[in-house]
DNA sequence: TGAGGGCTTGATATACTATAACAGTTCATA
DNA sequence: TATGAACTGTTATAGTATATCAAGCCCTCA
């Protein structure tokens, strides 16, 4: 009985775990884990999908927090270097990380009919590198996106 | 001794070959290869690299094929549909596909330095296909993207 | 304690990427 | 030759992202 996140779960837990682990990482490292930043991080984290930074901008001009994108920007900007959220190159939109402070290279599943996006445990990222490797090329970092339907989604179609 | 799209070669084989495979191919299936599309794929094929939709809409401008935004992202989207070229979505660019024809989830490997695209060979989508499956999720299509430096950026950096 | 420096934020402007919508043309074929 | 489907031309606009400069905050070190 596998449990993940395409299925129903005690939300408010991801959120805040997440943000916990945040903080601490945040602390330990010195880095300003500041308003705008913690609230840009807690919008992706209270939805499990991707979000367009215009989008995000929105929320943020609505509280008062911020109406240009530079500030949405340089947000994520700042959460995407210490690996809090990533951003999905397919969608041109971003998710919160579900690991936070662990470096890095996620596979993603993203559902086309309700547009939920989940990280992919245990990404094939080593043999994508080997593959290359045996070409002479040096992997750096992946992109592994994978377009599909999600359990759900499947039964309702 | 590997001979592949990172080394040196003789590149008019590549363009001309491609482009044969590519004719045969619409000659087969009915589709109609115009000039704004047969210019668009030989743009493509000249370069080892992805091309933005505004650099290619530059060269054609020039020969006077069309100044328009909708002239290219057209061509490109014919060119995309039937397999000829890709968009690599970390650059919003798109490159001329290799085995034209053949329908096929590609990966890629990006070279940071010189930016130069080379399509992988034995892409891993199988395992990626299999690891989302474990998870209850449909894969349609995938987008493996790696970026690092090719053999050559290696030496010269 | 206060001057300097580094980082963060605010604000304006602009660049880059992509598509909607409609009119006009071409071409195969009924 | 009338018709319809697909392609092209053109205008307009939507959506994504960054450069740049000014201003504020906070730490620290003399």
Do not use: W
């Not at 300003?32 to 984290?45: D, G, N, S, Y």
């Not at 994520?76 to 999905?88: A, C």
């Not at 998710?95 to 596979?107: L, M, Q, Y």
């Amino acid at each position: 009985m596998p449990s993940h996140e395409f299925q129903a779960h005690d939300h408010s837990h991801c959120v805040s775990d997440a943000m916990n682990a945040a903080l601490v990482h945040c602390e330990k490292n010195g880095l300003k884990f500041t308003p705008v930043r913690q609230r840009v991080f807690e919008i992706l984290l209270s939805e499990h999908k991707a979000m367009g930074a215009y989008d995000i901008l929105e929320i943020l001009a609505k509280e008062g927090m911020g109406s240009q994108p530079p500030v949405v920007y340089r947000a994520l900007d700042f959460l995407g270097t210490h690996g809090f959220v990533h951003k999905i190159e397919k969608l041109n939109a971003f998710v919160a990380c579900e690991h936070p402070g662990s470096d890095h290279d996620p596979a993603f599943m993203i559902c086309r009919s309700c547009t939920k996006v989940v990280e992919m445990n245990g990404s094939p990222n080593s043999e994508i590198s080997s593959a290359a490797k045996s070409m002479g090329f040096e992997v750096e970092a992946i992109v592994v996106e994978a377009e599909g339907l999600c359990p759900t989604c499947q039964d309702t179609e």
